[in-house]
């Protein structure tokens, strides 16, 4: 079975710091791209940073550039988000999810985890 589980979600004061874990079974990890979108309320979801199969390749939102940082574990098939300078708008349901082309739109992503909630206070 394909399963993307994601964790590392949790409660922060605006300045803090989190980490986000996704875990992938099922696939050939160096063969998708991952990536993690998250989704407000009110919003639409929206890519916030990718990397490639390789890990040579990364994308990043401009709401997030300079305070994120994405990283694969091929060796552990784990994908990262370091969160760093967290501020009350990066209040999302944060999810990873994969494609077989590098791209960080919604829409060109064919698997989801289930997500995991950041909330940060200010």
């Known amino acids: 079975e394909v399963q993307l589980v994601e964790s590392g979600g949790g409660s922060a004061q605006a300045g803090g710091s989190l980490r986000l874990s996704c875990t992938a079974s099922?696939?050939?990890?160096?063969?998708?791209?991952m990536g993690w979108f998250r989704h407000a309320p009110g919003k639409e979801r929206e890519g916030v940073s990718c990397?490639?199969?390789?890990?040579?390749?990364?994308y990043y939102s401009n709401f997030v550039k300079g305070r994120f940082t994405i990283f694969r574990d091929r060796a552990q098939n784990t994908l990262y988000l370091q969160l760093n300078n967290l501020a009350p708008e990066d209040t999302a349901m944060y999810y990873c999810?994969?494609?077989?082309?590098?791209?960080?739109?919604?829409?060109?992503?064919?698997?989801w985890g289930q997500g995991t909630q950041v909330t940060v206070s200010s």
């Open positions: 990397i490639s199969g390789e890990g040579l390749a990364t």
């Open positions: 999810a994969a494609s077989r082309t590098f791209s960080c739109l919604p829409g060109a992503q064919a698997l």
């Open positions: 099922g696939l050939g990890f160096d063969d998708y791209s």
